[in-house]
């Protein structure tokens, strides 16, 4: 399951502390978030949540050759991304694409 972030708190996942800010998502394996929405330091991740997702990657996107770029040289990367995306899992999205955004940036600077 997804969650949104509302208050800043450390969270304990995949034996790694995290330090997560409002907005920030999570994903956990189900019932792992019981605890993170009782306490009002999240929610579960609406639609809304995905189309600012997809807006955010839209307005962010480098366009010219960055993702068949990444595809040829980012290959593990461009597959966890597109596997994020297929799983629902805004937090790996949202990681790798900046990944590789990064990665494609670097290359374009001249040596």
């Not at 790694?16 to 792992?32: H, I, M, N, R, W």
């Not at 600012?52 to 993702?67: I, L, V, Y």
């Not at 068949?68 to 937090?91: F, G, V």
Request: aromatic content about 8%; overall charge positive; charged content about 20%.
């Amino acid at each position: 399951m997804t969650v949104c972030i509302l208050k800043p708190c450390k969270v304990r996942n995949d034996a790694a502390v995290l330090e997560l800010a409002a907005g920030d998502f999570l994903t956990v394996a189900p019932g792992k978030e019981t605890r993170l929405i009782e306490t009002g330091h999240a929610r579960a991740a609406i639609a809304q949540d995905y189309r600012s997702m997809a807006e955010q990657f839209r307005t962010r996107d480098p366009c010219k050759n960055c993702w068949s770029w990444n595809q040829q040289n980012q290959p593990d990367l461009w597959r966890q991304h597109i596997q994020a995306l297929q799983t629902n899992n805004i937090t790996t999205a949202c990681l790798t694409f900046n990944q590789m955004t990064a990665a494609w940036n670097a290359a374009q600077l001249p040596v």
